[in-house]
Nanobody, 121 residues
């Protein structure tokens, strides 16, 4: 069993920045790929960014490339999402997720409870 707890969401003006954190506890964290999803009202949940268990390889959806950075600290069982140049369309609930594999396979084993990010224009 793995528990994922996100923090760092909030209200920010367009152009601002936020850093989300996700702390994992329970079973091993360091050998699992991790990802950040988001879900806006009336929309499907989408994968925003993902990283392999080493952090050496990352993925970003097109709309956040160059603005968001995913990173992890396996010693602290934490994965981060640095979000810069935020836009109103980034408004959503952001979820941390643990993959079942060491690379991102899309097979999510565990979800966090979500943290709200609201970007005002």
């Amino acid at each position: 069993q793995v528990q994922l707890v996100e923090s760092g969401g909030g209200l920010v003006q367009a152009g601002g920045s936020l850093r989300l954190s996700c702390v994992a506890s329970g079973r091993t964290f360091s050998n699992k790929a991790m990802g950040w999803f988001r879900q806006a009202p009336g929309k499907e949940r989408e994968l925003v960014a993902a990283t392999t268990w080493t952090g050496g390889s990352t993925y970003y959806t097109g709309s956040v490339k160059g603005r968001f950075t995913i990173s992890r600290d396996n010693a602290q069982n934490t994965v981060y999402l640095q979000m810069n140049s935020l836009k109103p369309e980034d408004t959503a609930v952001y979820y941390c997720a643990s993959d079942a594999r060491e690379y991102w396979s899309g097979s999510v084993g565990y979800w966090g409870q979500g943290t709200q990010v609201t970007v005002s224009s």
